[in-house]
C-alpha cells in the first residue's frame, strides 16, 4: 500500500504540476491581452489628439483662406478702380491733345489764308511759315 499511496502522491503532484503551469500559461495570456487592449487604447487616444489637431489646423487654414480671398477681391477692386480712373485721364488727355493740335492747325490755316488773301497775294510769306512748321521738331506725343 505504500507503493500506492507513494504512486498517488506522484500522480497529485504531477496534476497539481500540470494545473499550476495551465493557470500560469492562462493568466500570462490574459496579462498579454490586457497590455495589447491597454497599448490599442493608447494608439486610439493618441489618433483622436492628432486628428483634433489637424481639424483645428484645417480650420485654421480655412479661415486663413477666406481672410486673403476678401483681401484679394477688395484689392481687385481697388485696382480696377485705379485701371479705370487711369483710362479716364488717359482718354481727357488724348481729347485735349488733339483739340489742342485741331485748334492750332485751325489757327495756322486761318493765317495761311490772310497771307494768302492779301492784295497781292503773300505766297513767299505763306511758304516760309510751311516751311519753318515742316522743318521744327514735332512736339513728343
Do not use: W
Not at 492779301?118 to 511758304?127: I, K, N, R, S
Amino acid at each position: 500500500m505504500s507503493g500506492f499511496v507513494a504512486q498517488v502522491i506522484a500522480v497529485l503532484s504531477a496534476v497539481g504540476a500540470l494545473a499550476s503551469v495551465c493557470l500560469y500559461l492562462y493568466f500570462g495570456r490574459r496579462s498579454e491581452l490586457s497590455a495589447a487592449r491597454e497599448e490599442a487604447l493608447a494608439l486610439a487616444e493618441t489618433r483622436r489628439q492628432v486628428i483634433a489637431d489637424l481639424e483645428r489646423r484645417l480650420n485654421s487654414l480655412e479661415q486663413r483662406h477666406k481672410r486673403a480671398t476678401v483681401d484679394c477681391e477688395r484689392r481687385v477692386g481697388e485696382l480696377q478702380t485705379a485701371l479705370d480712373k487711369t483710362q479716364s485721364q488717359a482718354r481727357d488727355e488724348a481729347y485735349r491733345t488733339q483739340h489742342f493740335f485741331s485748334a492750332a492747325l485751325s489757327d495756322l490755316l486761318k493765317d495761311l489764308r490772310n497771307d494768302l488773301e492779301l492784295g497781292p497775294p503773300d505766297v513767299e510769306t505763306a511758304l516760309a511759315r510751311i516751311r519753318k512748321l515742316l522743318t521744327d521738331e514735332r512736339p513728343a506725343a
